[in-house]
């Protein structure tokens, strides 16, 4: 997924599930390294922007 324009807020559903289960991810810092937060257990990494975009699966928008 070529999209690179995220937003701080924005909720991100990853290729793999966390070790928690969770698909779903808030987006809580911008720059080179992301920092993404788990919406089921609250755990937060930073993931360089490249490797994001790869992992990506889809951009959840405020409908759904």
Do not use: Q, V
């Amino acid at each position: 997924m070529e999209n690179n324009n995220y937003e701080i807020g924005t909720k991100i559903i990853l290729k793999k599930k966390h070790p928690c289960g969770g698909f779903e991810w808030e987006i809580t810092r911008l720059g080179a390294d992301i920092k993404i937060k788990c919406l089921t257990c609250g755990r937060s990494l930073f993931i360089p922007r490249i490797d994001l975009n790869k992992k990506i699966k889809k951009i959840i928008t405020d409908g759904e």
